[in-house]
């Protein structure tokens, strides 16, 4: 898909083992990226990550995913707001 459209921002959610790879894919295909933290927990591929966003002039974002704790939780459960899986 990403090679048939040009969408912008793309929202990377995936494992954090795998993060860097698909950062790396997006921002090479020259889009903004919006990942969860940990970027990652390596040095070298931290610093190909930091690369790959100087060569597409596009933003990394990096968000902090709260959505573990106990007033979270709490919303889940109680249906009070839903998540798409």
Same mark, same amino acid.
Request: hydrophobic fraction near 30%.
């Given at each position: 898909?990403? #090679?048939?459209?040009?969408?912008?921002? &793309? &929202?990377?959610?995936?494992?954090? !083992?795998?993060?860097? =790879?698909? &950062?790396?894919?997006?921002? *090479?295909?020259?889009?903004?990226?919006?990942? =969860?933290?940990?970027?990652?927990?390596?040095? *070298?591929?931290?610093?190909?990550?930091?690369?790959? =966003? @100087? @060569? !597409?002039?596009? #933003?990394?974002?990096?968000?902090? *995913?709260? @959505?573990? !704790?106990?007033?979270?939780?709490?919303?889940?459960? #109680? *249906?009070?707001?839903?998540? &798409?899986?």
């Amino acid at each position: 898909m990403i #090679n048939k459209t040009k969408s912008d921002p &793309i &929202i990377d959610t995936i494992k954090e !083992s795998t993060h860097h =790879e698909f &950062i790396i894919k997006d921002s *090479n295909h020259g889009s903004d990226v919006l990942t =969860e933290k940990l970027l990652t927990t390596d040095e *070298n591929k931290y610093q190909k990550i930091i690369d790959a =966003e @100087r @060569r !597409s002039k596009k #933003n990394l974002i990096t968000g902090f *995913n709260y @959505r573990w !704790s106990p007033y979270i939780k709490e919303l889940l459960v #109680n *249906n009070t707001v839903g998540i &798409i899986t």
